[in-house]
Nanobody, 123 residues
Framework: VQLQASGGGLVQPGGSLRLSCAASGRTFSNYGMGWFRQAPGQERKFVATINWSGALTSYADSVKGRFTVSRDNAKNTVYLQMNSLKPEDTAVYYC?????????????????WGQGTQVTVSS
């Protein structure tokens, strides 16, 4: 399985970015997906998760109402739409794929990880 994250960059506070994560190697629609982030000097933390069909999602409190996770199973891709970005959202963002179809919050519940994409929120 390969997960390729993209879409990161430099954005001003209040701006938006959409991250994408393209998956290959097994049937994408069978698996829950998640987004995590890691800021410098900090542990990797949960951001958002989505179940196999896209019908169920969940978010960290810090991003609820600003970020939206979605997926297109026909394109084998999961997305993270990030609005109203804040400097504290600056981090490397990672996508991950579960071994089952449900969503999950914990890093240990994910089987495969992408390489990460840098998001920097700064004026």
């Amino acid at each position: 399985v390969q997960l390729q994250a993209s879409g990161g960059g430099l954005v001003q506070p209040g701006g938006s970015l959409r991250l994408s994560c393209a998956a290959s190697g097994r049937t994408f629609s069978n698996y829950g997906m998640g987004w995590f982030r890691q800021a410098p000097g900090q542990e990797r933390k949960f951001v958002a998760t989505i179940n196999w069909s896209g019908a169920l999602t969940s978010y960290a409190d810090s991003v609820k109402g600003r970020f939206t996770v979605s997926r297109d199973n026909a394109k084998n891709t999961v997305y993270l739409q990030m609005n109203s970005l804040k400097p504290e959202d600056t981090a490397v963002y990672y996508c991950a794929q579960r071994s089952g179809g449900a969503y999950a919050y914990g890093m240990t519940q994910y089987e495969y990880w992408g390489q990460g994409t840098q998001v920097t929120v700064s004026s």
